[in-house]
DNA sequence: TATGAATGAGACTTCATTCAT
DNA sequence: GATGAATGAAGTCTCATTCAT
């Protein structure tokens, strides 16, 4: 009994070793660099080893992604049950998104800011179905939250499903630039809170205004290249 | 003389006709899956050839980023030039600055979403310089822009600097999600004309109302993982 | 007593079941497509259980080999029995060897038609021994078959020795090549059971005739290559 | 001039002792178990080097026998025009495939007795129409050989493709059974040359007694396994 | 007895890069 | 200036085999 189950403890051990030095990899060396080898090496087992938990390296990455976003999305749903405005609850969602991806910006890079050319094959496992529901429940977390503050009379707009995905590309880009580029020392980057804090309120503000008030289409000439 | 000059003519023409083959092909196959080999190919020269003009691959790189950003650039102080009010000419700008990522998704990933762990290396080359220095000027405009807006009164806001690197932020996160999900059937996309201009309306409604008015920062718990 | 007994049973069991994947698996998927992990997988066990019965890969094809060369020398021992003129059981027998060829296709391939290097090591082991004494049984009733005709004057030759093993090689040609390009479009092979009739048609009529009458051995250019 | 010269001589000569040296392996270490890597070995060269002459290893295998046939189709066409009589000619062309597969058992080996799994994405590739073409001609001067025989008198046979095919099925016993098993100690084989004469003499005393003169097909059972 | 876990070896193949010519 | 030839390193992945339990 107690054999069986000290072996599923350390396999489930070797299991995250292999996940967290992959995603340590990831970082360090960029995604496309990194091979299983490398990820092998690293935790000083075999290459073949890694076969034995993730069938090849397209469901290691999704594996990654998947775990990436379940802690997010329980995290996202907890913060929905505090007791508080339906407006600061969205600040806060939105501040917790952001934390949430610079402090895996692994697993974020590699969820947003990768091509997915290698899911075509992966579409059909369950391991993707799965992935793909858990990122669409937490995209649902955004439209309620924003569906929330509306309904109370918070925030104005008319259309929430384009609302949502513009506010969540809003988010996506300020944390997707912090990841990339806060070490780069050949731009003036204001400092890391302030940049977090001001995109907050300007996304809020934005939706408060009412987003149609007063702006007008502009032409523009089209850019051919 | 005139035999030198051809030379020199001729070795630009070759250099060109690398970097454009180069750039065609990432668009046509994505990124990862250009080889030297095939950029070679294309130009029907040999690979060794290409390295008469460029020192390795990551010179090449930077080279074409660099060039179509001074594309990018050059566009903008085109539109400075347009005889229209600042409003107008910062949504035009802006719109313009997504429409380039959209026409040149590769480029565009290369140059912000990819991690550039190969920079240390370049960072003293006059190249890599060069290509810093069109980026900062291309940042320049988007100050600029937002300032005549705010002289005339049309736009409100404190801190030029953090204002500006935040609508850089958004409209980042509206062009690479757009390039990197737009074709991605498990997420219920907008149409992306309306997501762009929704971005648009936006970031300028944040602008005008005042962000901060009345906006309370509020306490958020913070993410442990 | 019977716990010994029930357990030397259900080794067996095992150790026939073994035997009878690996040999579906053969013909199902070819000889070289079968791993002993696929083996394990169809009867359920894991790949180590297979080293508990055979010693390693070769151990195991040669027994699958020579069991079923066992099962060849049986049925042509029964086919002596019937009561038949000596010609027609000597013609039975060879249809029944190119049938059992056709059959077995994967064995008979690796038996018969693959150089055997790992051969060296196993010619030591009893089982190896086994099997080399069944072929050479076999063998034995072309022999008795032969002689039978030639006591009765149904065929006319010298040798029996050369004789009997010319016949094979005839019949091991007919059988290797009906398996290897059956399906090969790339030829207009005859009908299948035309060849195999006409094959061995043409084998008795040439010791019908007395082969060597009327036959001069031509002087031929040697090939140099 | 001399340069260019040199090097394409250089060139042809890497080229063959990539050829040469991958048959010699086949040989010693069998089909299967050679892989590129030992080819390129054997050679002292790189394993990339091999690429650069051929496309793939089914390329490599494809050449090889390619090669092989036309220098056996080459040869027994200058036989053909020799100055005999058409049953000395016949068996003579016999007699050097038989001594052309010995004198190059890997290539025999490969091309008659290795399923060709691989071919499948060959088929359309110029090479491959090329050896398939080669092995057509290869087997028409089997068929133009006995249609002489039969034309003036010296052979007897009803169906000339029935009679070719299975004439080469029978050679083709002889040489692979020498090839694969001379050397096996377990057998009491006679001397080789008996054997090759012996499979003439009967393959020829077979078409001029007239195969079916008086042969009965005989019922026999049908084997079940 | 049976096996889960692990691995060394090796399979085919591609790539960025170098160098003699 | 241009390149044909060559390669070391690395890529993903499979396999026969071993061993502690």
Known sequence: MG???RRAREKEELRSKI???AGQLFVEQGFQNVSLRKIADRIEY???TIYLYFRDKAELLNTLCGETFSQLLAALLELEKADADPLSKLRAGLRFYIDFGLQHPNHYLLTFCTPHHHCRQLEKTPEFEQTNRT???TFD????SLQHCRQVGLLEFEDLELTAQTVWMFIHGTVSLLI???GDPHFPWCEKEQLIENSLDLVLASLKC???TGTTKQQHPVAHW
């Open 210 to 212: 009412g987003a149609r």
């Open 141 to 144: 977390c955004l439209r309620r």
């Open 46 to 48: 075999s290459p073949a």
């Open 135 to 137: 990122a669409l429940e």
């Open 3 to 5: 054999i069986a189950e």
């Open 180 to 182: 990339l580029n806060s």
């Open 19 to 21: 996940l967290e030095a």
